[in-house]
């Protein structure tokens, strides 16, 4: 099962939106609405933001917002601020009864 | 408050074994299932494996990369997960994290632990 694959960087200015995609396959992020965004600051546990396509855990700003469109996910920003300032990971269920992350990517705060 | 905290890594030669505990509160362990993850320094993270709940027998999923080699299992008498790791290979290194499936079809992974390394090195 090969990674989902994510842009491996995205920067903004404070106060700007910015979009982060992930592209799977119909095996998996076109198959299923299981999929799932985590932050993951230097050193510290990842942190889930959204889960199945676009529903914010509690406590979680909303400022993030998750959509997707066939076998594109995709996790915005708004608002951007410093402290958004990590790496983001998707993850989607297959149709082998696995998951996948995708490949990661850099948000830097300009 | 819902807790896991893993233990176990350590430095382990290339084909030796090792075994991670993921230690659990805060929520009835045996009705969730239960995830492990793991991150190679400097890399993505990388889904290993599950068990699912007592509903569903305990049953198990593993990745590719590890299947055969990595067996998940569970104390529900202590709340504990395992991780039992056999011909550990360089690739293996990483940090390992235990995360609780969370949600109607615990599709997501809420809380993580802190993580254990694990590092395959002669």
């Known amino acids: 099962q090969s990674a989902l694959t994510q842009p491996a960087s995205v920067s903004g200015s404070p106060g700007q939106s910015i979009t982060i995609s992930c592209t799977g396959t119909s095996s998996d992020v076109g198959r299923y609405n299981y999929v799932s965004w985590y932050q993951q600051h230097p050193g510290k546990a990842p942190k889930v933001m959204i889960y199945?396509?676009?529903n914010r855990p509690s406590g979680v700003s909303n400022r993030f917002s998750g959509s997707k469109s066939g076998n594109t996910a995709s996790l915005t920003i708004s608002g951007l601020q410093a402290e958004d300032e990590a790496d983001y990971y998707c993850?989607?269920?297959?149709?082998?009864?696995?998951?996948?992350f995708g490949t990661g990517t850099k948000v830097t705060v300009l | 408050e819902v807790q896991l905290v893993e233990s176990g890594g350590g430095l382990v030669q290339p084909g030796g074994s090792l075994r991670l505990s993921c230690a659990t509160s805060g929520f009835t362990f045996s009705d969730h299932y239960m995830e492990w993850v793991r991150q190679a320094p400097g890399k993505g993270l990388e889904w290993v494996g599950r068990?699912?709940?007592?509903?569903?027998?305990?049953?198990?999923e593993y990745a590719a990369s590890v299947k055969g080699r990595f067996t998940i299992s569970r104390d529900g008498s202590k709340d504990l997960l395992y991780l039992q790791m056999n011909s550990l290979k360089t690739e293996d290194t990483a940090v390992y994290y235990c995360a609780r499936g969370s949600g109607t079809y615990y599709s997501w992974f809420d809380p993580w632990g802190q993580g254990t390394l694990v590092t395959v090195s002669s």
């Open positions: 199945d396509v676009s």
């Open positions: 993850s989607s269920y297959t149709t082998s009864s696995t998951y996948v």
């Open positions: 068990t699912r709940n007592k509903a569903y027998s305990y049953t198990t």
